[in-house]
């Protein structure tokens, strides 16, 4: 069993990632911030620990994931139009994630971003838009520097329709829709095959299974 720190615990990808590690003998850790999220949770069987992704720093982050073997940052700033949170949550939850991992002697981290952000930005690109994809850039570029054995994971257009079990990874997956649960799954996959580990994939609802998918992203890349 190892116990998983998921930064953005309530979130939705993070609360069908929980009993998915939960099945696979892992104990997930949701790091949430307010206390009505930590006893939704609990009541689900899910171990909380409190950590306020924008207040905290890098140290809260550490003590958030001690005695933990992994972290997956699963937070997001929300869709809003709130530029800003793309800067607290999405790039600097990421890079206090990334610290607050080393410092608490925690190696493996799957981070999930989002498809397409290293792409050019047209120059009438919305500003909220420009400030979620750099967010999402650097804290991918943040996560490849760290030195840590990470996983990067990046989906296409997230919906909430049912699990199909089915997704294409690879580096040059092309954009498509994927499920919020197939997300779960395929994180889930990931933190328990370290052939993932050092790869940054595309993923969107697909063809295979998960195990297949991914070792058809491996295969591609030989």
Same mark, same amino acid.
């Given at each position: 069993?190892?116990?998983?720190?998921?930064?953005?615990?309530?979130?939705?990808? +993070?609360?069908?990632?929980?009993?998915?590690?939960?099945?696979?003998?892992?104990?997930?850790? +949701?790091?949430v911030r307010r206390e009505e999220q930590a006893e939704?949770?609990?009541?689900?069987?899910?171990?909380?620990?409190?950590?306020?992704?924008?207040?905290? &720093?890098?140290?809260?982050?550490?003590?958030?994931?001690?005695?933990?073997?992994?972290?997956?940052?699963?937070?997001?700033?929300?869709?809003?139009?709130? $530029?800003?949170r793309k800067r607290t949550v999405d790039l600097q939850? =990421?890079?206090? =994630?990334?610290?607050?991992?080393?410092?608490?002697?925690?190696?493996?981290?799957?981070?999930?971003?989002? $498809?397409?952000? &290293?792409?050019?930005?047209?120059?009438?690109?919305? &500003?909220?838009?420009?400030?979620?994809?750099?967010?999402?850039?650097?804290?991918?570029?943040?996560?490849?520097? =760290?030195?840590?054995?990470?996983?990067?994971?990046?989906?296409?257009?997230?919906?909430?329709?049912?699990?199909?079990?089915?997704?294409?990874?690879?580096?040059?997956?092309?954009?498509?829709?994927?499920?919020?649960?197939?997300?779960?799954?395929?994180?889930?996959?990931?933190?328990? &095959?370290?052939?993932?580990?050092?790869?940054?994939?595309? @993923?969107?609802?697909?063809? @295979?299974?998960?195990?297949?998918? $991914?070792?058809?992203a491996l295969s591609s890349e030989r």
């Open positions: 069993m190892t116990r998983i720190a998921v930064v953005g615990g309530h979130g939705q990808i +993070a609360r069908l990632l929980h009993p998915q590690l939960l099945a696979a003998g892992h104990e997930p850790v +949701a790091l939704a949770l609990r009541a689900e069987g899910v171990t909380t620990r409190h950590l306020d992704i924008e207040a905290d &720093d890098e140290a809260g982050f550490a003590a958030a994931f001690e005695g933990c073997g992994a972290v997956v940052f699963a937070a997001g700033g929300g869709a809003d139009g709130d $530029i800003e939850g =990421s890079t206090k =994630s990334i610290v607050g991992a080393r410092d608490a002697g925690v190696r493996r981290f799957v981070q999930i971003s989002a $498809i397409g952000v &290293d792409d050019p930005l047209p120059a009438d690109t919305q &500003d909220v838009w420009r400030a979620y994809v750099e967010a999402k850039r650097d804290a991918d570029l943040a996560l490849r520097e =760290s030195g840590l054995d990470w996983t990067i994971l990046r989906p296409g257009r997230l919906t909430d329709d049912p699990a199909t079990g089915r997704v294409a990874l690879g580096v040059d997956v092309e954009r498509g829709e994927v499920t919020r649960a197939d997300v779960a799954a395929v994180v889930a996959a990931a933190l328990d &095959d370290d052939r993932t580990i050092g790869r940054q994939w595309n @993923l969107v609802g697909g063809e @295979l299974d998960v195990p297949a998918a $991914i070792d058809e």
